[in-house]
């Protein structure tokens, strides 16, 4: 693993973990930034990327 440009304290939040949110994550672990992901599925391609995955219904 690379390690971070630079740490943040900043949080992202991202609803939906399909394949555009998988592509996010890469970036955000690069800017060692934490993120939180919501998506109905816990299979979802996000699921292994994110610092912490909440299963639920966005809507």
């Known amino acids: 693993m ?4 630079f740490s943040s304290p900043f949080t992202l939040g991202i609803l939906g973990g399909g394949q ?3 592509m996010m994550l890469y970036t955000t672990r690069k800017w060692d930034i934490a993120t939180y992901v ?3 599925d816990d299979t979802a ?4 990327g994110c610092t ?7 809507m």
């Open 52 to 58: 912490v995955f909440f299963e639920g219904d966005i």
């Open 2 to 5: 690379s390690t971070p440009l």
């Open 20 to 22: 555009l949110g998988k």
């Open 45 to 48: 391609p996000a699921f292994e």
């Open 38 to 40: 919501m998506d109905k």
